[in-house]
């Protein structure tokens, strides 16, 4: 399918449009009028007049030719966004009667759906934002109503932070198998186990040296999160070395959160769990993804659903207060019935939190190498999964405090984060909304430094990969470097 576009600069906009009603096909955009179009084919243009822009859109796609125009005064002062979000609206209308269908989130592309309404509401107030989502950008009813009551969450949460404040990320990039979904940066320990102890050598380096940039320049530590990967692959010592190098190095009389995530059943026992505790470390995240045994191996994860049900109570048993569980809406072979049954036996368990993520099929990842795409029926089935999720789980006394939106989203879903009162992770909202910075040490972290008051955010990359972390560590340390810079510059207005 080809699109066009033609005297405007909104192609990301309209190729995104596209994309949620047209997932798994190749699209080609050419940046200049349509001289011969061959369908199927979307032309767009804008052009200009005297005191106003003509936004034309034409779908021609099988047996639908349709088109509409609208026009937008250039005296607007946000004349551009004015623009996108017209065509946008244009577009989105017409591929609505051209496939039937409408979609949950209606012309919105972005992954931060919440930071939106939460600009319209101190703007203008809610209901004005509630208004703005359902009519300008065609958002339905239910997830503008699950907007506006994350949002309401998620703010007590943001007024935590001051203009010091910072969040560390570690990353523990191994794993005991690769799941089919995943395309995260992170090796099999069957593949990498030399490497691991070299790594966390390196790792608690990195860490010393980041914590003394940290400490100089006065900033508060507010939530320590450790993820990967699967944290727990390392070994009881190995996690209890890990452990006490942070709470060493780092100032944690501020610290509110201490996340390690123990995501693979399959790597969990009582000594991990143990030095965790010990550690300090007060959440974990378990992370079942499916109580359907079937499924399990279809995404290539060694346990069954028993080993996670174990897994839980042994936890409990060693003494963790605050558990989060995973759970993946839109697996290959997961049914409504099978998905109802999990969250049902979930429920059960009465975990703190729980984080409901809808599939996402990344590039990289074995389900999209092996040729799955996305379809009609699994997003409608994980359609039925999230609307079970928000009904049971109200019922039971969670909320969701934090949501977040990925790419090629079975049903271009959402990923919602709920919990109990007094359980919601502050992590998880400060790393999405990008309220302050966030400091990364390991092997495929991203540094994300924060000017406060601002969108502005300055990233430092650390390398991807754990081989290329240990052979090229002193450059690693070399980047840390520009944390210092960028807070000298910054201290006049912090």
């Not at 946000?78 to 065509?87: C, G, I, L, V, Y």
Request: with cysteine; net charge negative.
């Amino acid at each position: 399918m080809t699109i066009y576009i033609d005297g405007h600069t909104y192609h990301y906009e309209m190729e995104n449009l596209v994309r949620l009603f047209y997932p798994n096909e190749k699209l080609t955009v050419i940046q200049e009028p349509a001289a011969e179009p061959a369908a199927p084919c979307i032309l767009t243009s804008m052009h200009r007049q005297q005191d106003q822009a003509r936004l034309d859109v034409k779908v021609n796609i099988g047996e639908f030719s349709a088109s509409d125009e609208v026009f937008v005064p250039t005296a607007d002062a946000d004349f551009e966004k004015t623009a996108e979000r017209a065509m946008a609206v244009c577009l989105y209308t017409l591929l609505c009667r051209c496939t039937g269908k409408t979609q949950p989130w209606g012309i919105l592309t972005g992954v931060r759906p919440i930071k939106l309404f939460r600009r319209l509401s101190e703007q203008y107030g809610a209901d004005a934002a509630k208004d703005y989502f359902i009519r300008e950008l065609k958002v339905s009813p239910s997830k503008t109503l699950l907007s506006a009551r994350t949002e309401q969450y998620e703010k007590q949460i943001l007024a935590l932070s001051t203009n010091r404040s910072f969040s560390l990320y570690v990353s523990i990039p191994f794993c005991p198998t690769r799941c089919s979904y995943c395309s995260f940066v992170s090796q099999t320990v069957e593949r990498a186990k030399k490497l691991v102890q070299p790594y966390l050598e390196l790792l608690c380096k990195e860490l010393v040296c980041t914590a003394a940039i940290v400490q100089e320049k006065g900033l508060r530590l507010e939530s320590v999160y450790i993820g990967g990967g699967t944290p727990t692959t390392l070994d009881a010592a190995q996690l209890a070395r890990l452990i006490d190098v942070i709470q060493t190095s780092f100032d944690m009389s501020t610290c509110r959160e201490f996340t390690i995530e123990a995501g693979r059943p399959d790597t969990i026992d009582e000594p991990k769990l143990q030095a965790i505790l010990n550690g300090g470390a007060d959440r974990i995240s378990i992370n079942p993804q499916t109580l359907n045994d079937d499924v399990l191996r279809v995404i290539g994860r060694r346990h069954s659903a028993q080993e996670t049900l174990d897994a839980f109570a042994l936890a409990r048993k060693v003494g963790f207060r605050h558990i989060n569980m995973d759970l993946i809406a839109g697996l290959p072979t997961e049914t409504a019935e099978s998905f109802r049954h999990t969250l049902d036996h979930i429920c059960r368990l009465n975990p703190e939190s729980i984080t409901v993520h809808t599939l996402a099929l990344k590039r990289s990842s074995r389900l999209t190498l092996e040729g799955r795409g996305i379809s009609t029926d699994s997003g409608a089935a994980a359609a039925q999964m999230l609307d079970y999720c928000e009904s049971k789980l109200t019922e039971e006394g969670y909320h969701p405090y934090y949501l977040y939106r990925q790419t090629r989203m079975e049903g271009n879903l959402e990923n919602v984060g709920w919990s109990k009162e007094g359980y919601d992770s502050i992590y998880n909202v400060y790393v999405m909304d990008e309220t302050h910075t966030i400091i990364g040490c390991g092997a495929g972290a991203v540094t994300k430094l924060k000017i406060p008051g601002t969108e502005s955010l300055t990233r430092i990359f650390n390398y991807k990969y754990p081989y290329e972390y240990i052979n090229g560590f002193d450059e690693m340390l070399k980047r840390k470097e520009q944390v210092r810079v960028f807070y000298d510059e910054l201290s006049e207005y912090i």
